[in-house]
């Protein structure tokens, strides 16, 4: 499914992040990239191979969470419930053959919580620099990984069994590795001016009371949609027994308590302010399927049921964005939106430019103007025009379309015109629509622009295989 089903734009702004590595990014820290590399090393600039480390991570991980569910819920075979519960889930399926920094950041807080579960089962103090290891990769592949050190810091104190621990070196040179390991993005930032610390932590504290129930009711029903209706009520009910057997200071089910409602509290109290993006609480799936794993009595009757439901869903969804069998309008298909008709709208744009004598094509929307780069001929060279690119090893374009005439693709959601001081002249062409199988999913404005060397960065786009 990973090599059948066409890139989202996201995807191909990634894979430019590939092409020109950095310790950091505008947007999140560098492992999507270095995944991206990675796989693209193995299987070439395909789909397959910008996805590759995907399904290889999905499995890797369902067995450092069978294996953690076995250490921290002995004898109920959790583990291997965990897993299928977490398998079936939209947010697992669907990510498995994806590629976003929330893939890597799943492989490695899921094995952050196998290390710890390891400890617990174990006594060995050596599995803290494990857990280290693994924290110090899922904060260099997203900063929401960040809620993993004071979950554990919680843990630690809330269990009597674990404070020993923070007389001990071990949890100390853990929090070292983590840091060591988060430096380059650190120092990416410093030098850029903070960019991304801002980006991302802007957002934080906002407070709008008037939507808060709005935001709120937004953020589970997202939840309920990517775990499956089942599965998350089974997920939900799971927190709710870590919490209570937390309170006899169990180690295991204290650990399951802190990782999933300390992250819980932080994107409840974002949603008062603003939107929660439903792939956010991620972080919450592996923990929360492993509590799930320890309920009994009626509970367990409803597994079966859900894990089924749960499958069946992300198989219609792999077929319908890898095939699209059905003609679906927009709010019943999802992939739509994400997937649905670029090949046909880059042929249909090529056709434009070679009528115009367009020497180039650009496009002012970073994942657009990156997947135009992936599906236009060739010999049409594309530039993406936005600020953000300023921040990217990206060869300078500006000079290179002083007095030439090219495209400009904009979407027509968007209800602003270009940015005169951007082209010495603009004319607009008229609309082409993005669709699939008759379905429309998005209009897009095509502007004859004569370039110039302006003040906005415009970059050349990698080309694959290049």
Not at 1 to 12: G, Q
Not at 22 to 42: C, E, K, N, Q, S
Not at 276 to 297: D, E, K, T
Request: with cysteine; aromatic share 8%; proline share 8%.
């Amino acid at each position: 499914m990973a090599a059948a089903t066409p890139l989202a734009p996201d995807e191909a702004y990634y894979w430019v992040w590939s092409r020109a590595l950095a310790a950091g990014y505008l947007d999140h820290p560098p492992m999507v990239a270095l995944w991206i590399r990675a796989g693209t090393w193995i299987a070439g600039d395909t789909a397959l191979g910008v996805r590759l480390l995907g399904p290889l991570s999905a499995a890797l991980g369902s067995l450092l969470l069978v294996r953690a569910g076995e250490d921290l819920l002995p004898g109920r075979r959790a583990g291997i419930t965990a897993a299928a519960l977490m398998n079936a889930t939209l947010l697992f399926g669907v990510g498995a053959v994806t590629m976003t920094p929330d893939t890597p950041l799943l492989f490695f807080w899921t094995a952050a919580l196998w290390a710890l579960a390891r400890l617990v089962a174990t006594g060995r103090g050596g599995w803290w620099l494990v857990a280290g290891v693994a924290a110090g990769l899922a904060l260099a592949s997203k900063y929401t990984a960040v809620l993993l050190v004071p979950a554990v810091l919680v843990w630690l104190l809330a269990a009597p069994a674990m404070r020993p621990w923070l007389r001990r070196p071990h949890p100390w040179a853990a929090g070292v590795l983590v840091f060591l390991l988060f430096l380059p993005v650190l120092a990416w930032n410093a030098a850029h001016g903070w960019a991304s610390f801002a980006k991302q932590g802007g957002r934080a504290g906002d407070w709008n009371p008037s939507r808060a129930a709005q935001f709120l009711g937004e953020l589970l029903a997202g939840q309920v949609g990517l775990a499956t209706p089942v599965i998350a009520l089974l997920c939900g009910a799971g927190i709710v027994l870590a919490a209570r057997r937390a309170l006899s200071r169990d180690p295991a089910w204290t650990l399951l308590a802190a990782l999933t409602l300390l992250p819980t509290a932080v994107f409840a109290q974002h949603a008062l302010g603003d939107r929660v993006q439903a792939n956010w609480p991620s972080v919450l799936y592996p923990a929360a399927a492993i509590a799930a794993a320890g309920l009994s009595g009626r509970w367990v009757r409803l597994v079966g049921p859900g894990i089924a439901l749960g499958l069946a869903l992300t198989l219609l969804v792999w077929v319908q964005g890898a095939l699209a069998p059905l003609a679906l309008p927009m709010r019943l298909d999802p992939t739509l939106l994400r997937l649905g008709g670029w090949d046909s709208l880059a042929a249909e744009v090529a056709a434009i430019g070679r009528r115009e004598g367009a020497a180039y094509v650009a496009s002012d929307n970073y994942g657009h103007a990156a997947l135009l780069a992936r599906l236009l001929p060739p010999d049409v060279p594309v530039y993406g025009v936005e600020p953000r690119w300023d921040l990217f090893n990206l060869p300078d374009a500006r000079p290179l379309i002083a007095g030439r005439v090219g495209l400009l693709l904009r979407s027509a959601r968007r209800d602003d015109a270009p940015d005169p001081s951007d082209w010495a002249e603009i004319a607009r062409l008229g609309v082409v629509e993005r669709a699939r199988g008759g379905m429309a999913a998005e209009g897009f404005r095509v502007y004859r622009v004569l370039g110039r060397d302006g003040e906005e960065p415009i970059a050349v786009m990698p080309r694959p295989g290049r």
